[in-house]
């Protein structure tokens, strides 16, 4: 994650538990994880939420 590439859209909230568990939420609730992929680095997680947390072996 060394080289970070601007993307539209924005994260309220975001939790890093190691470099491969990313997680984000938006202004509107959606939840959002890093896939590290450059054609899609963020991926849509079904539900809702106004804060996120994620531990090193990636349990959110």
Do not use: E, F
């Not at 896939?35 to 072996?57: K, L, Q, S």
Request: hydrophobic share 35%.
């Amino acid at each position: 994650m060394a080289d970070w590439k601007q993307i539209s859209g924005g994260l309220t909230t975001i939790s890093v538990g190691s470099r491969t568990h990313v997680w984000g939420v938006n202004s509107s609730g959606q939840i959002y994880r890093y896939t590290g992929h450059d054609a899609n680095p963020w991926i849509g997680i079904p539900g809702r939420a106004v804060d996120i947390g994620v531990a090193a072996d990636g349990t959110v």
